[in-house]
Structures are given as structure tokens and as C-alpha cells.
């Protein structure tokens, strides 16, 4: 999905993975719909703001081309391809080529809908170890990703300027806080960040939980208690504003665009509007408790190749899809959509162009994928009882210590 849509989206697509997640397909069964028209080939995508005229659709049209076939393009809403393509499936009218928001992959494949690279021979050797996790499951990798954005913290350095606060001195949770604490001494506002009950806040809490030492199969560990009552505890001080627990990651950023915070977690598609804004900005790593850079969650969709009848159209289907992940489409791709390419060399291309990305190159190699550790299914279920704790804590309702307690409880019985 298009970078500055990609947070609001990615909670309804899972979401809707959530509930539909135990739909089972025909595996095997599918025969193209289009397969009647001989050279063409379907591919749909969760871009539905690219039309006919877009950098995009050319693109993948050309590498249709390159392929000796015609590409019909379609892009929908995220929630709606999540939902179209289980249909799909089940139905056996597969599109040849699927680019999915990463945790909707597992899903997919649970469902049979999706041939791994062991069987399509899609090259991953290139990809990023963390970015490709996002789309294996039990051993098997069902794709390759096309580019990744992740989290990091936006600072405004007139506002720690002014605070006396030296941004090189931020390496922990500790120093930040420090930094937080000078901040609003000197009349400015600390941090802003999404922590409304929806996938949003779960996205932006997980690099301090991952931050924490703590992992999703234990919700209420001693490392998640701290990660949450580090939160809880700036709101408690004003460090944070308490919008945060209704903040989209959108409205977070108008918080930040005014210049009156600090800082402002967020993503790669929000390049732009900082510029827009006028903010004399930097970028820094979330860091971890113990002053290394913490891994937040991978963002990005990956290229899959669902499950045909006939199985010759893979050989074409695939080299449409190399053809969208070489490096030269890497770059031109993932420049378009404000994504940070999966492999070294598209990397270092983007950060010869331009220079502002190295740091968000950085982020994305600490980052890590939401449905990693083999959590597949299970991770939507697991997040919505993590968001909700976030809630709880926030609100005053529950003390970090009990909402994770009963996350963890609610969520054991709804992965059982």
C-alpha cells in the first residue's frame, strides 16, 4: 500500500484476516480467471490510487511485456484484497500475481492459497533475513517483498536546542526520558505517538516492547510490564500528551507538524510532510532499554504467486515478478512508495540519490516482521489483546502489570 495510507490500512487488513482467517481454500484447485484470454495474466495489488497513468502501472505492465504477455493490473483497498483473494482462492479463480501487506501472507498461505519459492522458484537469496521473516510460516517462504518502512522518531532540533538537550546523548530509555523531562521544563512538549486500540497502536508500541526484551508469546512478562509502564509513565508526567490513546498515526504526526514537540514516532511516508511543515528535523532510532536500536515492526508488501490449476503459467508469472524485484524496479518501486528497498544493493542506490534515507536504511535493518516467529495466524489475535492492554494502561483503568495479565490470558484462549 502507498506509504502515507500504509498504518491506517494495515490495521483493517488484519483485522479482517482475523476473521476470516479460518476460511479454507481448494489448494490446488485454482484455474486463472483470465486463463481463457491465452497471454493474459491477472495481478492484483493494494494500490488502488495508481490508474492507468501511474509510474506504477506502467511498470508492471512493461514487465509484462518484457514477459511476452499482457498484464491486467487491478488494485484494491488492503481489507479488500485480503478478503478478495481468500475468495479467490477458495473459488480456484486465482490471480497469477498478489502483492499482499506483509501479515496478511500467512494467512494466505494457511489457507493454501499461496505456492512457496521452493515451488514457484522465486529468488530470495538477495532479500534481507528480518524483512523476508514477514512472509514464512512453518518453514516455508511464500514470496518475496518489494520494499519495507518501519518506525523511528522524527526530533525537532530548535525544540531540543532550545531544552539544551544534545540528541547524540539519546541511547536508552533512560536518556530519552531525561530528554523528555528537560523538554517540558523548558515549555515545549515532549513526545506524540498512536496508541489508539486498533492495529495503529499496536504498530507503534511494539518497538518498546520488542525494545524491552520482551516477545509476543508472553504478553506479561516482566520486559512487556516495563516496556508499558514506560509509556504510561510519560503520560503520567506530561512527557506525552493524552491524545495519545485516541492518536492515528496521522493525527500523532498534525500533533508533531505543529513544531511544539520534541519528537514524534513515525514512519517513512511522513518524508514529505515534515519538509511541508518547515520543521528543522532529524531522524533518530528508537532505542531499546539497554541502548541498542530496537526492532520495530517491517512494514511493505510481498509478491506472491497464488496456487494455479495450471501450473505452466507459474514460469510466466515469474518472470513478471523478477522482473518487478530486480534491483532497477527495486529502486524506482520503492522510491515511488516511499519504501526502503529489501536488499543491500537497492539500498545503497536510494541512499546515493538521497542521503535522508540512510537512517531509515538503518531502522529497517533492525526492524522485524509482526508475524515473525513462526506466530502466522495467531499474531492478529495476540495484537488485539495487546493493543486493548495498551488501552487499559493508558486510561488509568488497569495498572501496566494487570492489563497485560489479562492480554495474556485472552490471548492464550483465542490462539488455543
Known amino acids: 500500500m502507498i506509504a502515507h495510507k500504509h498504518a491506517r490500512l ?62 491486467k493490473r487491478t488494485g484494491y483497498d488492503t481489507s479488500d484484497l485480503t478478503n478478495k483473494a481468500l475468495l479467490a482462492g477458495q473459488q480456484g479463480s486465482s490471480p497469477d500475481l498478489l502483492l499482499v501487506d506483509n501479515p496478511v501472507v500467512s494467512t494466505l498461505a494457511e489457507a493454501g492459497i499461496l505456492t512457496s519459492t521452493s515451488e514457484n522458484k522465486l529468488d530470495t537469496s538477495d532479500i534481507q533475513k528480518n524483512i523476508l521473516a514477514a512472509g514464512q510460516l512453518d518453514g516455508k517462504t511464500y514470496g518475496v517483498p518489494i520494499g519495507a518502512n518501519t518506525l523511528a522518531l522524527y526530533y525537532n532540533k530548535a525544540v531540543l536546542s532550545a531544552a539544551g538537550v544534545d540528541v547524540a546523548s539519546i541511547t536508552d530509555w533512560d536518556s530519552l526520558t531525561a530528554a523528555l523531562a528537560k523538554v517540558t521544563a523548558a515549555g515545549k512538549k515532549g513526545i506524540t505517538f498512536s496508541a489508539i486500540g486498533t492495529e495503529e497502536g499496536s504498530f507503534q508500541f511494539l518497538p518498546w516492547f520488542w525494545g524491552s ?4 508469546k508472553h504478553l506479561d512478562s516482566a520486559k512487556a510490564v516495563q516496556a508499558l ?32 514537540y520534541a519528537f514524534g514516532e513515525n514512519g ?53 515478478a523478477d522482473c518487478l524485484t530486480s534491483t532497477k524496479s527495486f529502486v524506482k518501486t520503492d522510491t515511488t512508495l516511499s519504501y526502503i528497498a529489501p536488499t543491500e544493493a537497492a539500498q545503497k542506490e536510494q541512499v546515493a540519490a538521497n542521503p535522508e534515507l540512510k537512517p531509515w536504511v538503518d531502522a529497517v535493518a533492525a526492524a522485524k516482521g509482526r508475524t515473525s516467529d513462526n506466530l502466522g495466524t495467531k499474531y492478529p489475535k495476540i495484537s488485539q489483546q495487546l493493543w486493548g492492554a495498551v488501552q487499559n494502561a493508558l486510561s488509568g483503568s488497569q495498572t501496566p502489570e494487570a492489563a497485560l495479565k489479562t492480554a495474556q490470558s485472552a490471548a492464550e484462549a483465542a490462539t488455543k
Open 10 to 71: 494495515i490495521g483493517a487488513a488484519i483485522l479482517a484476516t482475523a476473521v476470516i482467517g479460518g476460511v479454507s481454500a481448494c489448494s490446488g484447485s485454482g484455474s486463472n480467471s483470465t486463463s481463457s484470454a491465452g497471454g493474459t495474466y491477472a495481478f492484483w495489488d493494494p494500490y488502488p490510487q495508481f490508474d492507468a497513468s501511474a509510474d506504477w502501472t506502467k511498470l508492471v505492465e512493461q514487465c509484462g511485456t518484457e514477459a511476452g504477455v499482457t498484464v
Open 213 to 216: 526484551g520482551a516477545d509476543l
Open 229 to 260: 509502564t514506560l509509556w504510561t509513565d510519560w503520560v503520567k508526567k506530561g512527557y506525552a500528551p493524552n491524545s495519545v490513546i485516541n492518536n492515528t498515526q496521522t493525527t500523532s504526526w498534525q500533533e508533531f507538524a505543529t513544531g511544539d
Open 268 to 320: 517513512t511516508w511522513q518524508l514529505g510532510n515534515v519538509k511541508k511543515a518547515g520543521i528543522d528535523y532529524g531522524i533518530l532510532t528508537i532505542p531499546a532499554a539497554d541502548g541498542s536500536a530496537a526492532p520495530a515492526p517491517t512494514g511493505g508488501e510481498f509478491m506472491t504467486l497464488p496456487v494455479q490449476k495450471d501450473t505452466a503459467r507459474y514460469a510466466t508469472s515469474k518472470k513478471i
